[in-house]
């Protein structure tokens, strides 16, 4: 039997899981627990990694997968998938909830940094995608440059799957054109009047603009990952 914090812990993770396709950071399930440091966090992972319930993803920074549920059974992995998976769809693993054909194309717009910002090109090309890591909505993707998004389990190369939107949430991952010029890919946060944006690095300080300078162009659907 899992204690309260170790359920509730759970539940953040599959829940961010589900609805962003990538873990949520220490700091993340550090706030969402109201925790005092990330050692409790440390803990309670390990203690639900012991138990089968979550396993951590071997080479990926912090990237945690939900094997079952306390009710019991399992549950769907992350929403994040290698190129060759989404080109081959009929060999797909089984814990991607997606048909052998449900495969779509939508609109490849060059690179995006997670880093200093740079400009989001239009483009030409087009990426296969399962429809199941894209939901309702219209969708584009951007090849991620940069490693300042690595603790939210985004790295360089990837293929950021983004659902269209002009509004967002505070805490939510986001396409953000920078004084209509030049376009990043960050946590989106509100700060007396001020856009804040977040990486997801240590490294990297947050961005702060004003309000009129920062506009949402999309909120993160999913990722896509080319293994070499």
């Known amino acids: ?21 990538i873990s949520p950071s220490f700091e993340e399930m550090k706030e969402a627990l109201d925790l005092k440091s990330k050692s409790g966090v440390h803990r309670l992972i390990g203690a639900l990694e012991e138990r089968g319930f979550i396993r951590r993803l071997a080479n990926r920074a912090r990237a945690l997968e939900v094997m079952k549920m306390p ?25 991607i909830p997606v ?4 495969v779509m194309e939508i609109p490849l717009h060059g690179r995006i940094a997670a880093g200093v910002p740079i400009e989001a090109m239009e ?7 399962p429809m199941a890591l894209l939901g309702t909505g219209e969708h584009y ?27 967002a949430r505070d ?5 953000a054109l920078v004084r209509g010029e030049e376009a990043t890919l960050k946590y989106l946060r509100r700060d007396n ?3 804040r944006l977040d990486p997801a690095n240590a490294s990297y300080e947050p961005q702060t603009y004003g309000p009129g300078e920062v506009e949402i162009q999309g909120k993160l ?8």
């Open 1 to 21: 039997m899992l204690t309260a914090k170790q359920h509730e812990l759970l539940l953040f993770i599959h829940a961010r899981l589900e609805g962003t396709g």
């Open 171 to 175: 805490g939510e991952i986001v396409v």
């Open 71 to 95: 009710e019991g059974g399992s549950t769907k992995a992350a929403n994040v998938v290698s190129i060759d998976q989404a080109r081959e769809a009929p060999s797909a693993p089984k814990q």
């Open 141 to 167: 993707a951007l090849e991620v440059s940069g490693d300042s998004m690595v603790e939210a389990g985004i790295f360089d190369g990837d293929y950021a799957l983004i659902r269209k939107a002009d509004t």
């Open 193 to 195: 009047g001020q856009v």
């Open 221 to 228: 659907a999913g990722l896509l990952r080319r293994y070499h």
């Open 123 to 129: 483009g030409q090309e087009s990426l296969s995608v």
């Open 99 to 102: 048909a052998a054909n449900d």
